[in-house]
């Protein structure tokens, strides 16, 4: 059964507008949360993080929302731009585990000029 | 460039070969990860190795046999394998920081190679 779950596996966005990818997960000991970009023939790069302890962090166009309540978080992208177009893989780590991290299968996003 | 070199970046091998992964970091990392990505499923993660030391094997089969000779370098041995086994083959490495409790810190990022591309025939 997966942990992490991104149900969305693509999006279509209009360059400018909002991208917003989502990501649920089951296992409340996942206390950070990442987000990877990957490119064709290119390994994941990291992107943004949030901790559990946040609700929200923001780093220039991207900002990730976690909702623990819910379990859920969001990536917002804003805005969009067509170098943006990738798949996006969101993340998350147990508390009492320093390595393992438990990967969604990926939204692939698009941007159009 | 992330910092994380694998070779090579692709590979065809029959089921009965034996061949070598190659991961080489540059970032002066403790801690060196396998992931395999097979199409349309989440990255899972293989082996890790912290300070030269297997910290996690996931129940993966006997045919992956990771090497870890040092800090930089990061091998994954095959033989055997099977046509399932055709995946993309990553690797990360992450430096492992704990506070004085033995607790991680969060900002344990891993960074990743751009992978392998392994198909057995």
């Known amino acids: 059964d997966q942990q992490v779950k991104q149900n969305s596996p693509s999006l279509s966005v209009q360059e400018g507008r909002i991208s917003i990818l989502n990501c649920d997960y089951t296992?409340?000991?996942?206390?950070?949360f990442l987000w990877y970009k990957k490119y064709p023939a290119e390994g994941p790069t990291f992107l943004i993080s949030?901790?559990?302890?946040?609700d929200k962090n923001e780093d220039g166009r991207f900002t990730v929302f976690l909702n623990k309540s819910a379990k859920h978080l969001s990536l917002h992208i804003v805005p969009s731009q067509p170098g943006d177009s990738a798949v996006y893989f969101c993340?998350?780590?147990?508390?009492?585990?320093?390595?393992?991290?438990?990967f969604g299968s990926g939204t692939r996003l698009l941007v159009r000029p | 460039e992330t910092g994380v070199t694998q070779t090579p970046r692709h590979l065809v091998m029959g089921m009965t070969n034996k061949k070598s992964l190659k991961c080489e970091q540059h970032?002066?990392?403790?801690?060196m990860y396998w992931y395999k990505q097979s199409a349309k499923k989440p990255l899972e993660l293989m082996f890790v190795?912290?300070?030269?030391?297997?910290?996690e094997n996931n129940s993966v089969p006997s045919r992956f046999s990771p090497e870890c000779p040092n800090s930089s370098h990061l091998f994954l041995h095959l033989h055997t394998l099977q046509p399932e086994d055709s995946a993309l083959y990553l690797c990360?490495?992450?430096?492992?920081?704990?506070?004085?409790?033995?607790?991680?810190?969060?900002?344990?990022?891993?960074?990743f190679g751009a992978g392998t591309r392994l198909s057995v025939l």
């Open positions: 990360a490495s992450s430096q492992d920081s704990r506070t004085g409790t033995g607790q991680p810190l969060a900002k344990n990022i891993q960074y």
């Open positions: 296992n409340s000991m996942f206390d950070y």
């Open positions: 949030i901790s559990s302890i946040k």
């Open positions: 993340a998350a780590r147990a508390r009492d585990s320093s390595y393992k991290l438990i």
């Open positions: 970032l002066g990392h403790n801690a």
């Open positions: 190795y912290s300070l030269e030391e297997r910290v």
